[in-house]
């Protein structure tokens, strides 16, 4: 099984960045996603999650409103869309890939990316 992040990089505050994670290995349909973060010297936190239908979105109250998360199941892909970005959004994000059901719990899922950094200069 394979998550692959890409779409980070350095913007400025205000501006707008697309994440995406290409899955392989698995039924990415049998699967809900999750992105989390990781800033530095911090632990790593929730961000957004969806059901393998998008019938069910759940975020973060730091970026209800700015961020979206979607999929695509014919691409084997799940993005997120941020918004209006600060520069306490830079970290490094992380999609995750939990059976069936999606959850704001890190810890029930089931397969992670390696990541990819997110700085937002002020």
């Known amino acids: 099984v394979q998550l692959a992040e890409s779409g980070g990089g350095l913007v400025q505050a205000g501006d707008s960045l697309r994440l995406s994670c290409a899955v392989s290995g698995l039924t990415f349909s049998n699967y809900g996603m999750g992105w989390f973060r990781q800033a530095p010297g911090k632990e790593r936190e929730f961000v957004a999650a969806l059901t393998w239908s998008e019938h069910s979105t759940y975020y973060a109250d730091s970026v209800k409103g700015r961020f979206t998360i979607s999929r695509d199941n014919a691409k084997n892909t799940v993005y997120l869309q941020m918004s209006s970005l600060k520069p306490e959004d830079t970290a490094v994000y992380y999609c995750?890939?939990?059976?069936?059901?999606?959850?704001?719990?890190?810890?029930?899922?089931?397969?992670w990316g390696q990541g990819t950094q997110v700085t937002v200069s002020s």
């Open positions: 995750a890939a939990k059976f069936l059901k999606a959850t704001t719990d890190q810890r029930q899922y089931d397969y």
